[in-house]
């Protein structure tokens, strides 16, 4: 194998793991309660990064060249691939291309989990992506490009009709990638997932199916390309256009690899991290198709609204705007107006699915009890002027300290502000990587 590779890329190789050791050795400790260790940390990371950009080019060939097709033989970790490429023994049997968390920061991550939830990277960005359906794009005769928009967000599927296109089983597939990301320290775009595991997280049995199913979601990402316009932390914003992935592959022995795109893996490093239950993923996607997208919604509000009052309340609109596979009220109405049978009852149904890790019940506003009369939702407008309150059955991991790095964050935001330096946006470590910004056009 490593002979059809150049010399140059051999030598980049080599250079890569040489370097990565030594960031290794000079780790700096994270305590994810201590802001000035986190900023230490993050710096550590972005050289991490950089080191990675710089070779990226070799990397992508060597790990493209030994993935071969989508069922070839190849070992069983990227950091595996790369060694037997340059026919070098200095990984010491490490399970994974970069060097494993420190204990310290590894404990932290594992204090967030409990047995029921993980935790996962997420902003507006991904959560928009995250309830896009294929078969509401427009193909675009002449290039083959199918486009699908969702608010501020535009999806753009290459060779679309090559490729099965986004359904329920991707989106649990990007989910699990970015959860395995996550919670083994964010290090690096790659990511190896073990097929046995992500079966287990879904509760699927057939290898044979479940490989399949993985290899089709896999080449909708690697054909995905993304558009957004966001606003953080007081900027104004840009306009930004990203590929979700760069490399993706299923070895014989039972690997996922998956390469995070870097400027989406620049991205995800910005976002913030949700505690996500584990039994969504395991969710029946016949029988109750928007319940997936139902514990997701109901996930980012609760993240985005962490110790407030609303942190368990959420509208009915709301969710209705999550479901993409329940009609919509105008559709309804211009046809049988049988909001009962083809929007209601679904709801419910799909909310109740949820049960092993919440339970809910209508409310009305700051979580009131409704009136008897309201609580059979005879009429739709009663019904879509209701809240949902979530009670949560699950050991939903504790947001103290989380709350408490938020509000020392404001303060020191406040303390900018007086002496005039500015915080730094999602925006500028896009910049230094001579990533281009400009108005939508």
Partial sequence: M?????????????????????????????????????????????????????????????????????????????????????????????????????????????????????????????????????DRAKVDE??????????????????????AGFKTSTHKLLDALTRKFTETGAKS????????????????????????????????????????????????????KMRICDAVGVVKRGNILFSFGSTYYSYLMRCTIMPYPKDAFRLDDRRNPNSYYLARRISEHKNMNAGKPNEDIISVETLLAACPYLPKYAEVKDTDRAFGRRIIEPFERDMNALSSFLSWEYCGKNGSPLPEHDLSMQDYETFAATRIHVFWTGEYPDQTKRLERKEARKRGVADSKKGGSGQQTFLQPLAAQGFSRGENP
Avoid at 55 to 76: C, E, H, N, V, W
Avoid at 142 to 163: E, H, P, Y
Avoid at 211 to 231: H, I, P, S
Wanted: hydrophobic fraction near 40%; aromatic fraction near 8%; charge should be negative.
């Fill in 2 to 134: 490593a002979e059809k590779l150049t010399a140059t890329d051999r030598e980049n190789i080599q250079a890569y793991l040489s370097a990565m050791k030594a960031l290794e050795a000079k780790e700096p400790e994270y305590n994810f309660a201590d802001e000035a260790s986190a900023e230490a940390w993050d710096a550590w990371n972005a050289e991490c990064l950089a080191t990675t950009n710089k070779y990226q080019d070799s990397i992508k060939r060597a790990l493209l060249f030994s993935l071969g097709d989508m069922t070839g033989t190849a070992p069983q970790s990227v950091a595996a691939i790369l060694s037997a490429l340059i026919d070098a023994d200095q990984l010491d049997g490490q399970a994974s291309l970069f060097p494993p968390q420190n204990a310290a920061a590894q404990k932290e991550i594992v204090d967030t989990l409990s047995r029921t939830f993980g935790v996962i990277r997420q902003g507006s960005a991904t959560n928009a992506l995250s309830k896009i359906r294929s």
């Fill in 142 to 163: 002449i290039t083959g490009i199918a486009t699908i928009k969702s608010g501020n967000l535009k999806v753009s599927l290459r060779d679309f009709q090559s490729i």
């Fill in 189 to 240: 775009p790659f990511v190896t997932l073990p097929l046995d595991e992500y079966m287990e997280l879904r509760g699927i049995s057939d290898k044979k199916e479940a490989r399949k199913q993985v290899n089709a979601d896999l080449l909708t990402m690697y054909n995905t390309d993304l558009e957004f316009t966001e606003k953080r932390r007081g900027s104004d914003g840009g306009w930004f």
